[in-house]
């Protein structure tokens, strides 16, 4: 009986596998056979590779000439034959306005710049990041994508973004994308909540806080910074329910459960549940103080003893006592901004004085269109991604 070891069978790829091919490359257990000159003139990686000494005595082969000494690529098959259609597109047809790159999804798109930019292939790589970019593209007026995709694949697109160093470029629309699909309704839906579910998973295994804070802000918003079920639900029908503290509705349980539907707390773990409930009280605390007028830092404009700041001081109180009571304004960047436009902060110029920036009416404004401007930046403070008792911390900077 012999015992000689059993080779495994592979498949033969039946779209890349030429006859005429001289480079076999496995996947899996499917087996590709390319041409060298095709795979030598797009790639770096490959074509230094064939210029190095690969047989020697008692080894003729070379990898790659035979079945059964294939070059071995680590990559998904689907990946790579992304890949593969790249390389024998050419340049000339992936930039066609008319080729067949135009049914290609992101998802694809996303497969050959993976692999275009693992296998240095500079021009198909540049060509994916821009095939993806304008697939991804977000309307210039309403901030919306242009298009649905599902969080998952956007998920996936956003890691070959952070692997390829695409960040800025990509991974922003990206990100833009994930939340829209927590943040594209204002009424309660499983749907939002399953997605912010996904986004904070996407977040937490990139290791992006700015993500992941981001998301729990803009599901906040989305729900008109409200737990209480019964009180959002009254706030989207624009009336109140009538009330009796006697009866069945006084349950805590029907106020302050904040979907509604006990099941779909599961959706979150009970960490991003505390980080959720965290940056609510922050966040909330920070409008409350609002009602007063924020203090400026004391700069020049003390020596001049400026009054400009406790003028306005009254029609701040007036002002935000209004908004205050207004669920169109639960959210800081939409009280602030509000306060501006009643105010007409924006055109505070520190005229009475002769100096720029000595008016403290004028560094006032400079401080809060700073603030609204960092805001979405500066959300990693309310929604922290270390692990810290509920309580902590939450009204040390109030």
Known sequence: ?????????????????????????????????????????????????????????????????????PIVCHD?????RAWCWALYAGIEELGGSNSANARLGEKECAHIGLLAHKYECLAIEKWAQGALIQRLSVDDHSGRP???????????????????????AVGDLVEKHLIHTIASSTTPSPVCLRNLRIVLEIAEGLGNGQLAARAYYHHLRSQKWCLALREREDRIAEKASRFSLRDDARRSDRWVNHWGDESLMMELTEAQEV???????SLSALRGRLRNMPEVSRQSWVALDCTCLASHEKKWREHAQKIWVDDSFN???????????????????GKAHSGPGSCALVELKDEINNFLGGFEASLTEFFP??????FAGVFARY
């Open 1 to 69: 009986m012999s015992l000689r070891e059993e080779r495994p069978e592979y498949t033969r790829d039946s779209d890349y596998y030429f006859d005429d091919g001289n480079c076999r490359i496995r996947v899996n257990n499917y087996l590709f056979n390319l041409h060298r000159t095709i795979l030598c003139r797009s790639s770096v990686v490959f074509r230094n590779m064939f210029l190095l000494p690969q047989s020697g005595e008692g080894n003729p082969s070379v990898d790659g000439d035979r079945d059964d000494h």
């Open 331 to 349: 959210d800081i960047t939409d009280f602030l901004v509000e306060m501006k436009r009643r105010l007409s902060i924006d055109s505070w110029t």
């Open 275 to 281: 980080r959720l409930y965290r940056g609510f009280i």
């Open 146 to 168: 242009s298009r649905s995709i599902s969080p998952l694949r956007l998920g996936y697109i956003l890691e070959v973004s952070t692997n390829c160093n695409w960040t800025s």
């Open 76 to 80: 998904s098959l689907e990946a790579f």
């Open 385 to 390: 991604t270390r692990s810290l008792p509920w």
